[in-house]
């Protein structure tokens, strides 16, 4: 695929300094997820709002919608932004204003909340500025997380983050 060869290649000029951090540390984080269905996004918005832990940190998240209208329950929600297969190019890489400016934040975590394999969305996790990327384990993805969490392929989405959060908790204990 064209697109591995163009994402290994901005991989390699860019640059950032990882820095392993709880949740209790993170001032900032990122949510990156597939807006594939409503219970899924109810999900992650509850997930993002117990983040916000009542305005202590900033919160924002983008999600990929396969369609190319946004559902009616994906409109009304505060930082969330979405894109459509319109905003990847020749070669499936993300673009657009919302693409941009997620890749562009300097998210102290960035987690990719996605179960699925879905290639194309990892252009963001690779080019984005976050001090820690989390994600799920994929052996073919190494290169893009810091901390990856290995889940069984049935599991939900409602797991994986209790995984994410667990495991992040575990990185407070030890500062």
Same mark, same amino acid.
């Given at each position: 695929?064209?697109?591995?060869?163009f994402?290994?290649?901005? !991989?390699?000029?860019?640059k950032?300094?990882?820095?392993? !951090?709880?949740? =209790?540390?993170?001032? +900032?984080?990122?949510?990156?997820?597939?807006?594939? =269905?409503?219970?899924?996004?109810?999900?992650?918005?509850?997930?993002?709002?117990k983040?916000?832990?009542?305005?202590?940190?900033?919160?924002?998240?983008?999600?990929?919608?396969?369609?190319?209208?946004?559902?009616?329950?994906?409109?009304?929600?505060?930082?969330?932004?979405?894109?459509?297969? #319109?905003?990847?190019?020749?070669?499936?890489?993300?673009?657009?204003?919302?693409?941009?400016?997620?890749?562009?934040?300097?998210?102290?975590?960035?987690? #990719?909340?996605?179960? +699925?394999?879905?290639?194309?969305?990892?252009?963001?996790?690779?080019?984005?500025?976050?001090?820690?990327?989390?994600?799920?384990?994929? +052996?073919?993805?190494?290169?893009?997380?810091?901390?990856?969490? #290995?889940?069984?392929?049935?599991?939900?989405?409602?797991?994986?983050? +209790?995984?994410?959060?667990?495991?992040?908790? !575990?990185?407070?204990?030890?500062?």
């Amino acid at each position: 695929m064209a697109g591995t060869y163009f994402l290994k290649n901005e !991989m390699r000029i860019r640059k950032r300094d990882v820095q392993g !951090m709880g949740l =209790d540390s993170a001032r +900032s984080i990122g949510i990156l997820f597939n807006a594939k =269905d409503e219970r899924s996004f109810k999900i992650i918005r509850e997930f993002a709002d117990k983040l916000r832990g009542g305005g202590l940190r900033k919160v924002k998240a983008l999600g990929f919608v396969p369609k190319q209208e946004v559902a009616a329950f994906l409109q009304s929600s505060q930082d969330f932004d979405f894109f459509t297969r #319109d905003d990847f190019n020749w070669y499936y890489k993300p673009q657009g204003r919302k693409v941009a400016g997620f890749v562009s934040e300097q998210f102290d975590i960035l987690i #990719d909340l996605r179960l +699925s394999k879905f290639t194309s969305l990892l252009f963001i996790v690779a080019l984005s500025r976050a001090q820690f990327k989390v994600g799920r384990f994929r +052996s073919d993805f190494k290169e893009f997380y810091d901390l990856m969490i #290995d889940v069984d392929e049935s599991s939900d989405l409602t797991y994986f983050i +209790s995984q994410i959060e667990h495991y992040l908790s !575990m990185l407070n204990e030890n500062k």
